[in-house]
């Protein structure tokens, strides 16, 4: 009787945020419907060959953006990640940038977060049988993993900012100027809505989390025109522009 052949490993998950609904350029791919105790992951999750590694993405907000930040299932998503074998997970967000120099079409990796969400389901403890863990948080993203992601866009000639505070908020709402200006007193350098629970639930899941924070937009009274209404035409183009480094930096990760 011939062994029983397992799939390579995968090395790295991808989770796609606004106008990131897929990964280029993956070959051998396949699409998994994974079933988790929580629920249906925000969609299949596709796993493929890139830089001779094997990955996995999932999009956040459906494939075809149909959840909002408030809605998605993010106990979910993590877990189903989990049950494929991903250790390491990058999470691509769009945010609206607060400090001078974090604009739009701007990459950072930040290094802390603020979490002003509410109601959102944050813990897999959670739940009925389930152990509490008390995760170490003061770090949220992994050192490691972040890193990595530096080293990788220096290598392949991708400018990013190094560090930052991502404040992330309830949404789908854009925020109001005195929400902006009470996140800049706080320490907030960038805003985003999908970036917690989802660090925290693959803290409590072992796995190493990293952000790459795509900016869209100046946030509301910040920027050099802080008067200027935000435009969503705006924000797409400059999501579609800035979102193309994404895989540049992440093939140079793999292939590190």
Not at 71 to 95: K, P, W
Not at 102 to 108: H, N
Request: charged fraction near 20%; include cysteine; aromatic fraction near 6%.
């Amino acid at each position: 009787m011939s062994a029983q052949s397992f799939p390579p490993p995968i090395d790295l998950a991808i989770i796609g945020g606004t106008g990131v609904y897929a990964f280029p350029g993956l070959r051998n791919t396949q699409r998994h419907e994974v079933a988790t105790r929580w629920g249906q992951p925000s969609s299949a999750i596709v796993t493929g060959e890139a830089a001779g590694k094997r990955i996995a993405f999932l999009a956040r907000h459906g494939e075809r953006h149909t959840i909002a930040p408030h809605r998605i299932n993010y106990r979910a998503n993590i877990d189903a990640l989990h049950e494929l074998g991903v250790r390491r997970i990058v999470g691509v967000n769009a945010v609206g940038g607060i400090r001078h120099d974090i604009g739009p079409r701007v990459l950072a990796i930040p290094d802390q977060l603020i979490d002003y969400t509410a109601g959102r389901i944050s813990s897999f403890c959670d739940a009925d049988g389930e152990p509490v863990l008390h995760i170490e948080f003061g770090e949220p993203y992994s050192d490691a993993l972040r890193r990595g992601l530096l080293d990788a866009a220096k290598r392949a000639g991708v400018a990013v900012v190094a560090g930052g505070c991502y404040g992330a908020t309830q949404g789908p709402r854009l925020e109001t100027r005195a929400e902006i200006a009470r996140l800049r007193r706080d320490g907030c350098d960038l805003v985003g809505m999908t970036g917690m629970p989802e660090a925290a639930l693959a803290r409590e899941r072992g796995m190493d989390y990293a952000c790459i924070a795509v900016v869209a937009n100046w946030a509301a009274g910040c920027g050099p025109d802080p008067d200027a209404p935000i435009s969503l035409d705006e924000i797409h183009a400059h999501l579609a522009a800035a979102s193309g480094q994404v895989p540049v930096i992440v093939r140079e990760l793999l292939a590190g």
